[in-house]
C-alpha cells in the first residue's frame, strides 16, 4: 500500500501552522511545515514524491506567494496549490497574475472546509 501525500504548509504566522496541522491531525494527514518561501522550497525539493498538495500563504517574507508558486510550477507542475490568505478570492487572483494557484481558502479558516479542500486536494494526489 502507497502512503498517504502529506501537505506543506507555507505560512510565516507560527499560530497558523501550528493550528492546521493540529486540525488535519483528526483525518491523520501529515503536515510539513515552513515558515517562509525559501524553506518551503526546500522542503518540497526534498520531499517530492511525499508531498501531495501545498498550503500556500499570499504574504510571506522575503519571497511572497507568487514567486513561491512559479517555482513550486517549475519543480512539479501537476502539484495542486492551495492559496491561503485573508484577502478575497477577487483580490487574491490579481496578486497572482497569470499564474493562478488551483484553489484558493480564506482566512480564518472554516475548520470543515479546511478539512475538505485540503482532503479532496491530497486524494486527488494520490494513484
Do not use: C, W
Not at 34 to 50: P, V
Not at 104 to 127: E, M, V
Amino acid at each position: 500500500m502507497i502512503p498517504a501525500k502529506k501537505l506543506l504548509v507555507i505560512d510565516d504566522e507560527f499560530s497558523v501552522r501550528e493550528a492546521v496541522s493540529d486540525i488535519l491531525e483528526i483525518v491523520n494527514v501529515e503536515v510539513l511545515q515552513a515558515h517562509h518561501g525559501e524553506m518551503g522550497i526546500q522542503l518540497l525539493r526534498q520531499h517530492i514524491n511525499e508531498i501531495g498538495a501545498v498550503l500556500l500563504d499570499i504574504r510571506l517574507p522575503g519571497m511572497d506567494g507568487p514567486e513561491v508558486l512559479a517555482i513550486i510550477r517549475q519543480i512539479d507542475p501537476s502539484l495542486t496549490v492551495i492559496a491561503s490568505s485573508g484577502y478575497s478570492t477577487e483580490r487574491a487572483q490579481l496578486t497572482f497574475g497569470n499564474q493562478q494557484p488551483d484553489r484558493f481558502l480564506s482566512k480564518p479558516y472554516d475548520i470543515g472546509t479546511l478539512i475538505d479542500t485540503i482532503t479532496q486536494a491530497l486524494a486527488s494526489s494520490n494513484p
